[in-house]
């Protein structure tokens, strides 16, 4: 079992929808919860992260810890086609001699105008 | 530079050959990391140097890969022969301080093919 899952989708919703993306984890040592957001053929560009458990929001995107469900859920409001990519779930835990973060296999979005 | 700078943006090598793949990252961040990503997978982690030294090079898959720092700036990623289960793209990104976790930078990768 891998110690982060994700959807691999694809997931393809009409632009304005509201998008939900989630993964699980086994790790209960993980601290820090990351999104990162790649387009084709570029590197990984970080959208969010969050500490612990809890919400934060920035502009059209909320993301969610639920450390007890070990779930984490990224949600995009009024989709737009340049939310167009995959989306990664990464984390990590706190401290230790290494800041290795351990991703999920993406779940591509398509926003169909 | 303004962001991290991988070159050659694609490799295409024969099996059993050597290749290099260099990371030049954010001016001033003391923290470089590599990272593997195979089709339709996340990155998985290879190697992390704090300056010069490499503090964690656990996710190396064998000895035929091999990484450098040596004046902790610009990384070089060695493959010594080559196989075809290397085909990935390869990530580099940097951190100005690994303590206080703000996320990395990541360049845009190096396509390597092995044929």
């Known amino acids: 079992q891998k110690e982060v899952e994700q959807d691999p989708g694809p997931l393809s919703v009409p632009e304005g929808a509201i998008v939900s993306l989630n993964c699980t984890y086994s790790?209960?040592?993980?601290?820090?919860f990351m999104w990162y957001r790649q387009y084709s053929r570029k590197g990984p560009e970080l959208l969010m992260y969050t500490y612990s458990s809890g919400n934060k929001e920035d502009g059209r995107f909320t993301a969610q810890v639920d450390k007890s469900s070990k779930y984490i859920s990224l949600f995009i409001r009024d989709s737009q086609p340049s939310d167009s990519a995959t989306y990664l779930c990464?984390?990590?835990?706190?401290?230790?001699?290494?800041?290795?973060?351990?991703f999920g296999t993406g779940t591509l979005l398509a926003v169909q105008p | 530079g303004a962001g991290v700078s991988q070159t050659p943006s694609n490799k295409v090598t024969e099996k059993g050959k050597y290749v290099e793949l260099r990371c030049d990252p954010i001016?001033?961040?003391?923290?470089l990391y590599w990272y593997r990503q195979s089709l339709g997978q996340g990155p998985e982690f290879l190697i992390y140097f704090q300056g010069t030294g490499a503090a964690d090079d656990s996710g190396l898959p064998n000895d035929r890969f091999f990484a450098v720092r040596p004046e902790g700036s610009v990384s070089t990623l060695k493959i010594q022969r080559t196989e075809r289960g290397d085909s990935a793209v390869y990530l580099c990104a940097s951190s100005l301080n690994p303590a206080a976790f703000e996320g990395y930078t990541f360049g845009s990768g190096t396509r390597l093919t092995v044929v």
């Open positions: 990464a984390m990590r835990g706190q401290g230790g001699a290494t800041n290795k973060l351990i």
């Open positions: 001016s001033g961040h003391t923290a």
């Open positions: 790790n209960s040592a993980f601290q820090y």
